[in-house]
Nanobody
Framework: QVQLVESGGGLVQPGGSLRLSCAAFGLFFKTYAIAWYRQAPGKRRELVAGMPSTTHTNYADSVKGRFTMSRDNAKNTVYLQMNSLKSEDTAVYYC????????WGQGTQVTVSS
């Protein structure tokens, strides 16, 4: 059974940074394209960053230049480094595979507020 476990969220002031992690169980990340998504209150889940290969990553315009996605296949973990955080980045963050989705994890809450 596949399980995705996100962690690293928290409360941070505007301009601050957080590093999210996503570990996979029952699945080897190295064989998949991976993406980070987020869902803000009252809004649809949106794709934040996608890594179709180990050498290329796509970012939503809203996070480009501030967020960096990476992966460690040896640890079966992907990361999302988030810098210069804004209040509009407040959301629950999830990871998942592309293009076919696995069961969603519980996500990790990121709250950007002063």
């Amino acid at each position: 059974q596949v399980q995705l476990v996100e962690s690293g969220g928290g409360l941070v002031q505007p301009g601050g940074s957080l590093r999210l992690s996503c570990a996979a169980f029952g699945l080897f990340f190295k064989t998949y394209a991976i993406a980070w998504y987020r869902q803000a209150p009252g809004k649809r889940r949106e794709l934040v960053a996608g890594m179709p290969s180990t050498t290329h990553t796509n970012y939503a315009d809203s996070v480009k230049g501030r967020f960096t996605m990476s992966r460690d296949n040896a640890k079966n973990t992907v990361y999302l480094q988030m810098n210069s955080l804004k209040s509009e980045d407040t959301a629950v963050y999830y990871c998942n595979t592309l293009p076919n989705l696995q069961p969603w994890g519980q996500g990790t809450q990121v709250t950007v507020s002063s």
